[in-house]
């Protein structure tokens, strides 16, 4: 994701950090990146255990609500796209201030604020429908982003800033296996079925799934189509949003 700027991440001061730990690593692809920039101890940690196997040592296996280490461990405590996948963002904040002595920091995307442009016309008016109609349905606050502040409040930390980083995602030939499966996918429907039970969650009626669902496998046979003769094309930008946040003393 930081393969083009790492200047939102300024404010985490890398280069000064001992001990940093990453919190919901996943496979570690954050935890790559503060390994590269700080000569800090990394830390990586997260609740599933087959996706920690990816991300590197030294790794913990914990509950970002719970964290399996004593107060002021660290001095930094770090996770990305986390919060928005969380009922009580809040909660976490003040859990990450507890085994931190100086920073806390946050990577949130706003999840309503995704853009897309495509050379197959219809791609962007859909993806946006079906991200309204998902967003309607998740239970977490899958726009926090920009608003990450007001958790950092909560938890009493001081001297916040937000800084936005926007992520681009392209596809362009000649085309990756992982583009190709895209594709397949969304002329198979696959992911709009495999989210169904949560899009049904919101305001939604099944009969607005198929309808949408039906015009998003015309869709992905045109993308196929495009990417036969090598002129499919799609810009993808999600805004994050770094929130950073001081211990008080």
Same mark, same amino acid.
């Given at each position: ?13 890398? @280069? ?8 919901g690593c996943g496979t570690g692809e954050l935890t790559?990146?503060?390994?590269? !920039? @700080? ?14 196997? @990816? ?18 461990? $660290? ?22 201030? +507890? ?52 958790? $950092? ?13 926007? &992520? !681009?995602? +392209? ?8 583009? #190709? ?13 495999a989210d169904r039970e949560t899009m049904l969650a919101?305001?939604?009626?099944? !009969?607005?799934?198929?309808d949408l669902r039906e015009a998003w496998r015309a ?5 196929? @189509? ?6 499919? &094309? ?12 001081? #211990?008080?003393?």
């Amino acid at each position: 994701m930081w393969a083009d700027s790492r200047d939102a991440l300024a404010d985490l001061e890398l @280069s000064a950090r001992e001990r940093v730990l990453d919190v919901g690593c996943g496979t570690g692809e954050l935890t790559r990146v503060l390994r590269e !920039e @700080s000569p800090a101890e990394v830390v990586g940690l997260d609740a599933d255990r087959s996706l920690l196997a @990816s991300a590197g040592s030294p790794r913990l296996r914990g509950d970002a609500l719970s964290l399996p280490v004593a107060d002021d461990s $660290f001095d930094l405590v770090v996770c990305q796209a986390l919060l928005v996948n969380l009922p009580d963002p809040a909660a976490a904040v003040a859990e990450f201030a +507890r085994v931190s002595t100086e920073l806390v920091a946050v990577v949130e995307p706003n999840n309503a604020a995704v853009s897309v442009t495509s050379s197959a016309e219809p791609e962007a008016a859909l993806a946006q429908r079906a991200r309204e109609i998902y967003l309607q349905g998740v239970s977490t606050d899958a726009t926090l982003g920009a608003d990450a502040a007001g958790a $950092f409040e909560s938890a009493e930390l001081t001297d916040v800033t937000t800084a936005q980083y926007d &992520h !681009e995602r +392209r596809i362009d030939p000649p085309y990756s296996e992982r583009a #190709v499966e895209a594709a397949r996918r969304k002329a198979s429907g696959a992911g709009l079925a495999a989210d169904r039970e949560t899009m049904l969650a919101g305001d939604a009626t099944p !009969e607005d799934l198929d309808d949408l669902r039906e015009a998003w496998r015309a869709m992905g046979r045109d993308v196929i @189509s495009q990417m036969q003769a090598e002129e499919y &094309h799609r810009r993808e930008v999600v805004p994050f949003f770094v929130t950073v946040g001081t #211990v008080p003393e």
